[in-house]
């Protein structure tokens, strides 16, 4: 059995290698904060931040709140980032229960990643961020003494999937019709695509920041920017792809900024900005903030999908369409 401790160690290198690392919002370019350490320096500060103090860490707070919204966005690297910086401290232990115990060594680390994985899926919800490091720890620990004590532990596996995302509560998040036709009931996966665009393009005419949308469309054309489409989704069947540009395509929340502050978030969710600060303390609050200085932001992603706001693939052409048949001008 190969050793999951340098499993997760060497997959983090080939992610981040000695590149600048950002735990605010997750892109150093769009962060407030200019100055970033590489990935080995972030690790050994988040390391001894850890074994320190972790629920005082302003540090952790922010590791695990970027590991939530990972999560929200299907991913997995800021979740193996969390593991990395938390199994250092399980080396010892699993050494020397292994060798007490007369217990393969990597069974015991292997059942101690299990066990940590298990408490991050179960404390998404109503943890304070600033105790969830501790708790995977301490669970992991729990479940190393009890391997070694009975030769046999529960958790034993040749292959681990840690990169498999926690499996999400079933939530509808069904698109909310703005005219009378249903989209949902459109037969024709084309038409569907198309409407959705319209309907967007419309929106955004009405809210007066079309003009905005065109010059993002217009540097999408020019190849200044992209969206943050993948190759292997416009390849899979998107209508558009067989006539016209692939690359326009981008996804409804290329158009917002990627976070936008607590106080805005708040509001969107009615909540006022004192009560939104005292759920996040306690844990409770419905969305993952990151940390950046003194303040906290929200990801757009992750408010869209909190307000039932479909996050669709649009094209910029149906856009554009929508627009003009909004203000009388059909092309």
Same mark, same amino acid.
């Given at each position: 059995?190969?050793?999951?401790?340098?499993?997760?160690?060497?997959?983090?290198?080939?992610?981040?290698?000695?590149?600048?690392?950002?735990?605010?919002?997750?892109?150093?370019?769009?962060?407030?904060?200019?100055?970033?350490?590489?990935?080995?320096?972030?690790?050994?500060?988040?390391?001894?931040?850890?074994?320190?103090?972790?629920?005082?860490?302003?540090?952790?707070?922010?590791?695990?709140?970027?590991?939530?919204?990972?999560?929200?966005?299907?991913?997995?690297?800021?979740?193996?980032?969390?593991?990395?910086?938390?199994?250092?401290?399980?080396?010892?232990?699993?050494?020397?229960?292994?060798?007490?115990?007369?217990?393969?060594?990597?069974? =015991?680390?292997?059942?101690?990643?299990?066990?940590?994985?298990?408490?991050?899926?179960?404390?998404?919800?109503?943890?304070?961020?600033?105790?969830?490091?501790?708790?995977?720890?301490?669970?992991?620990?729990?479940?190393?003494?009890?391997?070694?004590?009975?030769?046999?532990?529960?958790?034993?596996?040749?292959?681990?999937?840690?990169?498999?995302?926690?499996?999400?509560?079933?939530?509808? !998040?069904?698109?909310?019709?703005?005219?009378?036709?249903?989209?949902?009931?459109?037969?024709?996966?084309?038409?569907?695509?198309?409407?959705?665009?319209?309907?967007?393009?419309?929106?955004? !005419?009405?809210?007066?920041?079309?003009?905005?949308?065109?010059?993002?469309?217009?540097?999408?054309?020019?190849?200044?920017?992209?969206?943050?489409?993948?190759?292997?989704?416009?390849?899979?069947?998107?209508?558009?792809?067989?006539?016209?540009?692939?690359?326009?395509?981008?996804?409804?929340?290329?158009?917002?900024?990627?976070?936008?502050?607590?106080?805005?978030?708040?509001?969107? =969710?009615?909540?006022?900005?004192?009560?939104?600060?005292?759920?996040?303390?306690?844990?409770?609050?419905?969305?993952?903030?990151?940390?950046?200085?003194?303040?906290?932001?929200?990801?757009?992603?992750?408010?869209?999908?909190?307000?039932?706001?479909?996050?669709?693939?649009?094209?910029?052409?149906?856009?554009?369409?929508?627009? !003009? !048949?909004?203000?009388?001008?059909?092309?």
């Amino acid at each position: 059995m190969s050793d999951i401790f340098h499993q997760i160690e060497s997959s983090t290198r080939k992610i981040f290698g000695d590149e600048p690392v950002c735990v605010h919002v997750g892109n150093v370019k769009d962060c407030d904060i200019k100055r970033h350490p590489t990935y080995p320096k972030f690790r050994t500060a988040a390391i001894l931040a850890g074994v320190r103090s972790a629920p005082s860490s302003r540090l952790w707070e922010s590791l695990i709140a970027m590991g939530r919204l990972c999560d929200l966005d299907g991913g997995d690297t800021w979740r193996l980032v969390v593991l990395d910086c938390i199994v250092p401290c399980f080396r010892a232990l699993s050494t020397r229960i292994a060798r007490d115990f007369r217990v393969e060594r990597e069974e =015991i680390r292997s059942a101690m990643v299990v066990t940590a994985l298990e408490v991050w899926a179960a404390s998404a919800v109503g943890v304070p961020p600033r105790l969830v490091r501790d708790r995977m720890v301490k669970a992991a620990f729990e479940v190393a003494f009890q391997g070694g004590k009975s030769s046999s532990p529960e958790h034993m596996t040749d292959q681990i999937e840690i990169f498999a995302p926690p499996v999400a509560p079933n939530v509808d !998040h069904s698109l909310r019709a703005s005219s009378i036709i249903d989209v949902g009931r459109v037969r024709s996966a084309e038409v569907a695509e198309q409407i959705r665009g319209e309907r967007l393009g419309a929106l955004l !005419h009405g809210l007066g920041c079309f003009d905005a949308v065109q010059n993002f469309h217009e540097d999408m054309r020019a190849g200044l920017r992209s969206g943050s489409i993948s190759p292997a989704v416009k390849a899979s069947g998107l209508s558009r792809s067989r006539f016209s540009n692939s690359n326009l395509y981008y996804y409804a929340s290329d158009l917002y900024p990627s976070f936008i502050g607590l106080r805005e978030a708040a509001d969107v =969710i009615g909540l006022p900005e004192s009560t939104a600060y005292r759920m996040i303390r306690a844990g409770q609050f419905p969305l993952p903030v990151a940390r950046a200085g003194r303040s906290y932001k929200v990801s757009v992603r992750a408010l869209m999908h909190f307000t039932d706001v479909p996050d669709a693939i649009v094209h910029a052409d149906d856009i554009e369409n929508g627009a !003009h !048949h909004a203000r009388g001008s059909a092309r």
